[in-house]
């Protein structure tokens, strides 16, 4: 087990805004993206040579492509959309950026007062190509680093209390585990993931998706067993109460009622939209939102229908 600890900086980025045990599965490369095979995400990890990318100026929606994750924040039930070009906030008028020009890559609301991501810096800022683990008390207006800065990658993140877990592209997508909010971190050897979802009752168990089918663990990621008979899933995420989601590469919805264990198709995401899914976040058995080429849709019927909130 690798051990990877980094001290917890105060330097701020100026950005705007039941117990069982398994066998442990030998860590394989995951699948590029493709319509067919399980994605990792539209923009990949990139080194200090790397340029960031030049975004478009603008708080409008039009700036919002390239998802990279969903979540609602408990304050005010608002959806938080982490994108290529900054961190947006659904309002009644559309999408509005609160965060300066800049691509999130993993995103997760950890509670109330705590939002916590990683990514690339935009145009002009003061900082490493790989920004690790960086965190939110503003509702995304401004961001300080956590750890990590300079190394890693992380195109997954979710949270529950101090546990923390991330999928790492800087290092072959590879699950890393904290128990201290994101201050040191451990990698368990698991399976590369492209994603992945913490039960909200129990930070123990998580399930992730990788190239051979779901995988899930009971032990806090110390073990993974592959879900049996499970399709290819691409995007996961366990709503609160208990219901989980998934999005297949193909844009199909998925849902299981028994914590990942079984699974049925209930539709898929065909209102009108094009592209590959980028992201979904579950709110319960009914309600979901979905991201699929830079459009944002929203299904109140567990999955079935999905109706256009925004259209990239």
Same mark, same amino acid.
């Given at each position: 087990m690798k051990e990877l600890t980094m001290s917890r900086k105060k330097c701020f980025l100026t950005v705007a805004p039941r117990e069982k045990s398994v066998g442990q599965l030998a860590p394989r490369p995951l699948a590029i993206f493709a319509a067919s095979a399980l994605a990792l995400s539209a923009c990949g990890s990139v080194t200090e040579e790397d340029t960031p990318p030049t975004p478009l100026v603008s708080q409008e929606g039009e @700036? *919002?492509?390239h998802v990279h994750g969903l979540d609602v924040d408990p304050s005010d039930g608002s959806l938080m959309i982490a994108s290529h070009y900054g961190l947006f906030r659904l309002h009644g008028d559309g999408p509005q950026r609160v965060s300066? /020009?800049?691509? #999130?890559? &993993? #995103? $997760? !609301? =950890? @509670?109330e007062e705590l939002m916590l991501a990683s990514g690339h810096p935009g145009e002009g800022q003061n900082a490493p190509a790989n920004l690790g683990l960086i965190a939110s008390t503003d509702g &995304? =207006? +401004?961001w300080e680093e956590v750890s990590l800065s300079g190394e890693a990658d992380f195109h997954a993140l979710d949270a529950l209390g101090d546990r923390v877990y991330g999928v790492d592209a800087a290092s072959g997508q590879e699950l890393m585990i904290s128990d201290d909010a994101g201050e040191t971190w451990h990698s368990p050897g698991a399976p590369a993931m492209a994603s992945l979802t913490i039960d909200p009752r129990d930070a @123990? +168990? !998580?399930l992730g998706t990788t190239e051979s089918g779901p995988v899930i663990s009971a032990d806090g990621g110390k073990s993974f067993n592959p879900v049996a008979k499970a399709p290819i899933l691409q995007h996961v995420d366990w709503a609160a109460d &208990? +219901? /989980?989601f =998934? *999005? @297949?590469p193909d844009a199909g919805v998925h849902r299981s009622e028994d914590d990942g264990i079984t699974w049925e198709q209930v539709g898929e995401v065909d209102a009108g939209v094009e592209g590959h899914?980028? $992201?979904l976040h579950a709110v319960d058995k009914d309600e979901m939102w979905a991201a699929v080429g830079g459009s944002l849709l929203h299904s109140t019927d567990g999955g079935e229908r999905f109706d256009v909130v925004h259209e990239s």
């Open positions: @700036d *919002l492509e300066e /020009v800049q691509d #999130f890559m &993993g #995103f $997760a !609301v =950890a @509670d &995304g =207006a +401004t @123990d +168990t !998580v &208990g +219901t /989980v =998934a *999005l @297949d899914p980028e $992201a």
